[in-house]
């Protein structure tokens, strides 16, 4: 085999070897590109939920003689998605706007434990709408 048939065989191997690493490099932008957006599109879904629960939360308040059991199930329901966006995300902001509406479900859940059948539900709406914002795109 003469030089320069080596050379052009080498030369074609190298553009291979490089347009297949050109390739799994996009692919693997693509993959973290789409998980990152799954992650966000999680996040705005899950913080609408919460939003919903907030919503439910307070009717629930406003309606505590009727049916006292439905600011548990709104407590409840609002611990479920805050659980459930705390296991897909490792941003920092979302955490702590989950950490935060966290504490302030809890204290709510601990003044109605208490007997207050109209808790301050004022910390829950900040940090749901803090949740919300760092949600957003």
């Known amino acids: 085999m003469s030089a320069s048939r080596r050379h052009r065989g080498r030369g074609r191997r190298t553009a291979i070897a490089a347009s297949a690493a050109a390739v799994a490099l996009t692919l693997g932008f693509t993959v973290t590109g789409c998980d990152a957006v799954n992650k966000a599109l999680d996040c705005v879904q899950t913080a609408d939920a919460i939003a919903d629960s907030v919503t ?52 709510v859940r601990t003044a109605v434990d208490n007997g207050d059948a109209t808790p301050d539900l004022s910390p829950v709406t900040d940090a749901a709408g803090e949740l919300t914002k760092v949600c957003t795109p």
Not at 60 to 86: C, M, Y
């Open 56 to 107: 439910d939360l307070q009717q629930a308040v406003e309606n505590a003689s009727n049916d006292p059991t439905q600011i548990d199930s709104s407590l409840t329901s609002i611990e479920n998605d805050l659980d459930q966006i705390g296991d897909k995300t490792d941003n920092t902001d979302v955490n702590k706007a989950v950490d935060d509406l966290s504490t302030a479900v809890k204290n």
